[in-house]
């Protein structure tokens, strides 16, 4: 992990969740940490910024407003018991219109001015950029600790596409000071997630096999022209057992919430049910193996991204038993 981002020093624990209690409660407990108004995010599974911030027995202290936030509303916030300044990516909505947002830039000399670390909590560990390949940029590890923050965290079954994890990269001193926290032993990780993890991580050592090889950069990467071949393999073996489908172009939204309004164009199979197609999404996840579908104008929607190559004839299988199935 140190070798793929650059970073000074690296721990594992649980999930990123508990990565930024963990450096909130070391670094912060008893004293205040800076965030933006608009950074307060809410993840789902009750990750709360700040519930977290007063769990880990750090203060909150909120500082901008929802649309913006400047420089020296940080500068204004540090008094002597500021302990950290904390940047959220966040990661399930966005903030449009008349905005201001500082960004790790600007914060780095300020937290060396007053002798207080940066740290940013990423959510997806994203080593590659998706840029390259076509997608809307995504801050990657590497170039926010090539930024100058202190400490970065990230999860490792977001878009890093591995094991369920959370990474705390960075300086030294303050990961090893992480490292001793006595509540360390409570979050961390298993022998089976660690091998599976070194696993995913030796991927990444080479970009392309790492594209290759992780699932989930395979299909968020993937060739529309790859797709739209396989939909129309998929299409026409389902019309063979008697099920009417079309082939139409539409959007995939990748990162399971971690990518808001990022589409990108994949082609899916749609399927006329006979019944309501609730029903027929219900049988189809009720199956074996179950097959989990959209539904979007009344019409069952495959997305052939999301269907390798080898489930295709247990997928045809499993929607002829639901298709047919008139009981
Ligand atoms: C997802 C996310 C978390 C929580 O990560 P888990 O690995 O699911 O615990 C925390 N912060 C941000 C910004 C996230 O996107």
């Known amino acids: 992990m140190k070798r793929i981002v650059n970073a000074e020093s690296a721990i594992v624990v649980n999930n990123n969740a508990g990565a930024v209690f963990l450096c909130l409660n070391t670094l912060a407990k008893g004293r205040e940490v800076v965030v933006s108004r608009g950074e307060l995010v ?8 700040p519930d977290v911030m007063k769990n880990s027995g750090a203060f909150l202290r909120e500082v901008g407003t929802t649309n913006k936030t400047h420089l020296h509303d940080y500068e204004r916030a540090i008094n002597e018991n500021t302990a950290l ?20 830039e600007e914060l780095v000399p300020l937290g060396k001015k007053y002798g207080i670390p940066i740290m940013v909590d990423l959510g997806s560990g994203c080593f590659i950029d998706l840029k390259k390949y076509g997608l809307t940029h995504e801050p990657t590890v590497q170039e926010v600790l090539l930024k100058g923050a202190d400490l970065v965290t990230f999860s490792g079954d977001k878009l890093l596409g591995g094991a369920q994890a959370g990474f705390i990269v960075g300086k030294a001193e303050l990961v090893e000071k992480i490292s001793k926290n006595p509540l360390m032993r409570a979050l961390r990780v298993d022998k089976m997630t660690l091998a599976a993890l070194e696993a995913t991580l030796r991927l990444y050592v080479d970009e392309k096999r790492a594209i290759m090889k992780i699932p989930t950069l ?65 049988r189809l996840r009720l199956g074996e193996p179950p097959v989990i579908v959209r539904i979007k104008d009344d019409l069952i929607v495959l997305d052939a991204r999301t269907i390798q190559e080898h489930e295709i004839p247990l997928l045809i299988k499993a929607l002829r038993k639901a298709f047919h199935d008139d009981n």
């Open 42 to 49: 809410e993840i789902g599974g009750s990750f709360r910024i």
């Open 85 to 104: 300044i904390l940047k959220v990516h966040p990661s399930n909505f966005r903030i449009i219109g008349f905005t201001k947002e500082t960004n790790i």
């Open 218 to 282: 395979r299909m968020i990467l993937e060739d529309p022209a790859h797709i739209k071949k396989r939909a129309n393999k998929i299409s026409r073996l389902l019309r063979k057992e008697g099920i009417p489908t079309k082939v139409k172009e539409d959007i995939s939204m990748p990162g399971g919430g971690s990518l808001p309004e990022v589409g990108v164009k994949t082609y899916v199979v749609t399927i006329k049910p006979k019944i309501v197609p609730q029903e027929l999404a219900k």
